[in-house]
């Protein structure tokens, strides 16, 4: 059995690795809808989840903690286990915190090599400054020649730090704030605001968002009137009607159906027909396939 720690997962998985496993994954007949939905536990301090799932060969589970009263400590910890798919039996422990700030901006960028159009990244915003922020930046860093990275929080020390780490992966970035949307070419939301982060009026037609800030059916970081008027793209339908609430809120109020929402697998099939004149929105909640797939890449 194989322990890695933070630093080794960083290291060995890097944001184009970690697309290209997640691709491979899909594209190998593996289903979305059968992966199993994540377990919930509160506990005193907060919640613990689970996440099994499967693949082609592989097998295994994420358990996270999350305690959102914790101040000298981080909020989320956790630990990953890898299984032998035919015969489960234990290959690796594998630090789930490092796998799930790799995986997370990986699944965006999978969306982004479909949602973004050619070219140069004029000016990309970043609502969120936290771990998933600047591992988004760094993700579509990797995948597109980023012109202009706007890093937006409530904490200007943080962003500042924020945009330092950048500078350390060789990423140029500046603190900025709320309206530099208005004319941003990509807007990734991943925070923790349980309202919109900027008005649909406030943003280019064209704009593509991409949205992972939570995965509670009460909370949204993407207006309904943006969604109604854009191609929509989720993980799996099921999921993000359980889990997402910027989906479930905008249905909900009418602005858009259930029927509208597309795959993201579908995207990656180019079953899904992209119109770069119009907003684009892809909306993560995070599911087990996405960890397994990359925790497997820790093998190879």
Known sequence: MKVFDYAEVQARISPARALSLLTSALKSGFEPADDPARSI??????????????????AGAKIIGLAPGNTDLPRIDGTYVLFDGPTLQLKAVIDGVALTNIRTPAVSALA???????????????FGTGPQGVGHARALADLRSVRDCVLVGRDTEKAEAAVAELASMGITARVGSAPDA?????????????????????????VCVLAIGSHETDRREVPSALMSRALVVVEDVSTALREAGDVVMAIEDGSIAESDLHTLKGLVLEEVEVDYTKPRVFKGTGMSWEDLAVAVGMME
């Open 41 to 58: 536990t509160p506990v005193p301090a907060g919640q613990i989840l689970s996440m099994p799932a499967a693949i082609p060969g592989w």
């Open 112 to 126: 982004a090599t479909k949602l973004l159009a050619p070219g140069v990244v004029d000016k990309m915003v970043v």
């Open 182 to 206: 208005k004319d941003a070419d990509v807007i990734v939301c991943a925070t923790s605001a349980g309202s919109p982060l900027f008005e649909a009026a406030d943003v280019r037609d064209d």
